[in-house]
């Protein structure tokens, strides 16, 4: 009898250990549901500074269509347009909301709120306009902005980060000679203004700039960045052709600000190969190019050509 009841009993408690278990699963997972449904608290403080400060232009669902976007050349933003927010980095969205849209090369309607909202305030902001994108925004999706190395300060501000990161315009949009002949090609004035005749026509200070430049009838100064010495042949229509993507040579442009490149031989670089450190070969120099031939031949199925002759002729 004893036996039986110390059974009973042990049997009585694990039934109770049990029931008590699956109560506290199901509590746990109905705050977890309740914590997923209700947003969390940097949202919640991003959605009423946005109705403060943005809903006024971008519109209470953030579509562009406050009451004020109609008094306005460029309309703003389309917040919940994830193919055009979901890649622009975070560092690209504080700079915007804190110095303005034209620090970055967008319109000037885009008022600056640093002198209103602390940084914290930004990043919960940034929070509540993520939460709007359609497709929904992932983290994963997003690259870092590029600061490069020796950036010449250009004419006009142009950016890459906005055409080819936020727009993606294939570069061949503008670099159209890139496909059939030696060089690349900087777009015309009239290139330029295919798009700016409306787009931020009115108020933009850079475009404006484009706008003189065609009034004046003078092509846009550009500063150089990329170039090899004269007595190398190089074509962009053979690499474009084999399918070659420009960022191989040229860098993440579509992440740089300002255009900069750190290429060609140096000082530095020669010494290390003279004491035998053997440093690889730096961009756009003999033995990167070459490197890259050998690389192309051996994993792509290239026939790119290792005969000195080819690119110094």
């Known amino acids: 009898m004893k036996t039986g009841s110390t059974r009973g009993e042990r049997s009585h408690l694990l039934g109770f250990g049990v029931t008590v278990l699956l109560i506290a699963v199901r509590g746990w997972l109905a705050s977890s549901s309740a914590a997923a449904a209700s947003p969390a608290p940097d949202v919640a403080a991003g959605r009423a500074l946005y109705a403060t400060h943005c809903a006024l232009c971008h519109g209470p669902s953030g579509r562009g269509d406050g009451p004020s976007a109609v008094g306005f050349a460029t309309k703003p933003s389309d917040l919940t347009d994830g193919r055009l927010i979901n890649q622009m980095p975070?560092?690209?969205?504080?700079?915007?909301?804190?110095?303005?849209?034209?620090?970055?090369?967008?319109?000037?309607?885009?008022?600056?709120?640093?002198?209103?909202?602390?940084?914290?305030?930004?990043?919960?902001?940034?929070?509540?306009?993520?939460?709007?994108?359609?497709?929904?925004?992932?983290?994963?999706?997003?690259?870092p902005l590029v600061t490069a190395p020796r950036a010449p300060k250009q004419p006009i501000f142009f950016s890459h980060v906005v055409h080819a990161g936020k727009y993606r315009l294939d570069c061949q949009y503008c670099h159209a000679d890139a496909r059939r002949s030696e060089y690349a090609g900087i777009p015309s004035v009239e290139r330029c203004l295919g798009c700016h005749r409306i787009i931020g026509a009115q108020d933009n200070p850079e475009i404006g700039k484009i706008q003189e430049y065609r009034r004046r009838g003078q092509p846009i100064p550009w500063i150089r960045v990329?170039?090899?010495?004269?007595?190398?042949?190089?074509?962009h229509k053979a690499h474009i052709r084999f399918g070659l993507a420009c960022q191989t040579c040229h860098g993440p442009i579509e992440r740089m600000?300002?255009?900069?490149?750190?290429?060609g031989p140096s000082?530095?670089?020669?010494?290390?190969?003279?004491?035998?450190?053997?440093?690889?070969?730096?961009?756009?120099?003999?033995?990167?190019?070459?490197?890259?031939?050998?690389?192309?031949?051996?994993e792509g199925g290239a026939r790119a050509p290792l005969d000195c002759a080819v690119c110094h002729h």
């Open 267 to 298: 000082l530095a670089h020669d010494l290390m190969n003279l004491v035998g450190l053997k440093p690889p070969p730096r961009p756009l120099t003999m033995g990167w190019c070459v490197d890259c031939h050998r690389r192309e031949n051996a």
């Open 226 to 235: 990329f170039k090899l010495p004269e007595f190398a042949y190089f074509t």
């Open 257 to 263: 600000r300002v255009v900069g490149a750190d290429t």
């Open 90 to 143: 975070d560092d690209f969205l504080v700079n915007v909301i804190t110095h303005g849209g034209s620090v970055e090369g967008l319109s000037s309607g885009m008022p600056a709120f640093g002198a209103y909202l602390s940084d914290a305030q930004v990043g919960q902001l940034i929070l509540y306009v993520r939460s709007l994108a359609s497709p929904p925004f992932q983290t994963a999706a997003v690259v």
